[in-house]
């Protein structure tokens, strides 16, 4: 079965760095392209980055570009995103995503405050 399990969110201040992970099983994961979604409150939820399945192409939210990087490891079945520059906008349930899913897991919390 299908899992994807995010990790690595928590409290931040402004200007700080955190890398989510998401382990995932179930499927070959190196042949699928993966994605990070996130959800602020009383917000649909939004693709924050993506990558192709050897990392060759990869794509950003605007709002993240030149902040975010979104890296995987197909040896350990894992797909990183790097967020630095925080700013509390970014404040969101983070989400791991492959297309052919349809169920979300529980996420991981991203709080940017002060």
């Known amino acids: 079965q299908v899992q994807l399990v995010e990790s690595g969110g928590g409290l931040v201040q402004p200007g700080g760095s955190l890398r989510l992970s998401c382990a995932a099983s179930?499927?070959?994961?190196?042949?699928?392209?993966m994605s990070w979604y996130r959800q602020a409150p009383g917000k649909e939820r939004e693709l924050v980055a993506s990558?192709?399945?050897?990392?060759?192409?990869?794509n950003y939210a605007d709002s993240v570009k030149g902040r975010f990087t979104i890296s995987r490891d197909n040896a350990k079945n894992t797909v990183y995103l790097q967020m630095n520059s925080l700013k509390p906008e970014d404040t969101a349930v983070y989400y791991c995503?492959?297309?052919?899913?349809?169920?979300w897991g529980q996420g991981t919390q991203v709080t940017v405050s002060s």
């Open positions: 995503k492959v297309d052919f899913y349809g169920r």
């Open positions: 179930g499927f070959t994961f190196s042949g699928y392209t």
């Open positions: 990558i192709s399945r050897f990392g060759g192409s990869r």
